[in-house]
T-cell receptor, first 113, second 114 residues
Framework: NAGVTQTPKFQVLKTGQSMTLQCAQDMNHEYMSWYRQDPGMGLRLIHYSVGAGITDQGEVPNGYNVSRSTTEDFPLRLLSAAPSQTSVYFC????????????FGQGTRLTVV | AQSVAQPEDQVNVAEGNPLTVKCTYSVSGNPYLFWYVQYPNRGLQFLLKYITGDNLVKGSYGFEAEFNKSQTSFHLKKPSALVSDSALYFCAVRNGNSWGKFQFGAGTQVVVTP
């Protein structure tokens, strides 16, 4: 059981480039989300989805785009990378039941130069 | 709106001594509370959760947490810390009034010295 798989693990982008961070889960979870982790700021929610075809913004959505065409996949797109998007990105999934925990991927370390 | 506060950026403790990491929360409705641990260059690992029932919750690696409704707190504890417990710890809250979103605290760095 792979859990939550994120690719790539590391990425360096030039300012203005676009890219997609991939996230897949094999637990049939309805709820998926993307966070960014910056020193001293904890985890901040970028976008989340409560099921296929349904997405919504978190607290820091600007510069990012998501879609959810299947239950398993929840890619995060950086439209035009900026140095402020240098961060570690985590994808997480969970059941929609409130008493269940989230499962996290191993993270993607992104550097924008 | 829901929120989580971890008042200490870092907790230092000697190996063998008790470890406490503090967390307070604010949420409307019933809170579902979680603790996660993050080791360097790794993702977050689930430690334990409070859903309902007994206020003392036991989790992985000898950790436990005490839920206190009147103080809106959910402190993480370990009776005897190990050097290998050195990591970043996150408290999180989830409730049904916000589409099941998890709200995380800023994290507390635990340093256990030999």
């Amino acid at each position: 059981n792979a859990g939550v798989t994120q690719t790539p693990k590391f990425q360096v982008l030039k300012t203005g480039q676009s890219m997609t961070l991939q996230c897949a889960q094999d637990m049939n979870h309805e709820y998926m989300s993307w966070y960014r982790q910056d020193p001293g700021m904890g985890l901040r929610l970028i976008h989340y989805s409560v099921g296929a075809g349904i997405t919504d913004q978190g607290e820091v959505p600007n510069g990012y785009n998501v879609s959810r065409s299947t239950t398993e996949d929840f890619p995060l797109r950086l439209l035009s990378a900026a140095p402020s998007q240098t961060s570690v990105y985590f994808c997480a999934s969970s059941s929609s039941y409130m008493n269940t925990e989230a499962f996290f991927g191993q993270g993607t370390r992104l550097t924008v130069v | 709106a829901q929120s989580v506060a971890q008042p200490e950026d870092q907790v230092n403790v000697a190996e063998g001594n008790p470890l406490t990491v503090k967390c307070t929360y604010s949420v409307s409705g019933n809170p579902y509370l979680f603790w996660y641990v993050q080791y360097p260059n790794r993702g977050l690992q689930f430690l334990l959760k409070y859903i309902t029932g007994d206020n003392l919750v036991k989790g992985s690696y000898g950790f436990e947490a005490e839920f206190n409704k009147s103080q809106t707190s959910f402190h993480l504890k370990k009776p005897s810390a190990l050097v290998s417990d050195s990591a970043l710890y996150f408290c999180a809250v989830r409730n049904g009034n916000s589409w099941g979103k998890f709200q995380f605290g800023a994290g507390t760095q635990v340093v256990v010295t030999p």
